[in-house]
């Protein structure tokens, strides 16, 4: 899959009935869509960390604490489970699965990238909790898009796996 993918395009109902499809067509299409679910999954954990640490930080000034000691509880902030699916729950990465650059036409993907954590004493009030209604639905997006590509994935196996099973009988 190329760089600057848009995820939410191509979606393997796009492009007509999986048992229209040649069977090297569908393992391509399989590990491009592993391609963009392990991408997705990066930048969702990505923007789940971001958002521990902005509520950690939220915290931290109600209870009038310090950075040092935001940033003394980091390892647990971001060891904590939070938002993360349990280990029985969570979908493990294919192994030797290649990354793709995920690009939205609003850029929002930079929620995770930008410079935020480094200037987080100089957010005020009002900035640090925009951001984080951003994150959060972000997050949520991101969420809904794994979840459309598990059941993609899950059709696509579907599909190869009976059609393994035809070629034994």
């Known amino acids: 899959m190329d760089h600057g993918t848009d995820p939410a395009s191509p979606r393997p109902a796009d492009e007509g009935p999986l048992t229209d499809r040649a069977l090297d067509a569908l393992h391509d299409l399989k590990s491009q869509c592993h391609e963009v679910e392990t ?13 521990e640490i902005l509520e950690a930080e939220e915290a931290r000034r109600a209870t009038g604490g310090s950075v040092e000691d935001l940033i003394a509880d980091l390892p647990r902030i971001l060891t904590d489970s939070g938002t993360r699916s349990s280990a029985a729950n969570a979908r493990l990465a294919q192994p030797d699965v290649d990354i793709v650059d995920l690009h939205w036409p609003d850029g929002r993907e930079r929620l995770v990238v930008d410079d935020t954590l480094a200037n987080l004493p100089m957010l005020d009030e009002a900035d640090l909790s925009e951001i984080l209604v951003k994150l959060r639905e972000f997050e949520r997006e991101l969420s809904g898009l794994r979840r459309r590509l598990h059941v993609a994935i899950g059709g696509l196996e579907r599909e190869i796996a ?7 009988e």
């Open 39 to 51: 991408s997705v999954s990066y930048l969702r954990r990505l923007a789940q960390a971001r958002m």
């Open 162 to 168: 009976t059609r393994a099973a035809g070629a034994v």
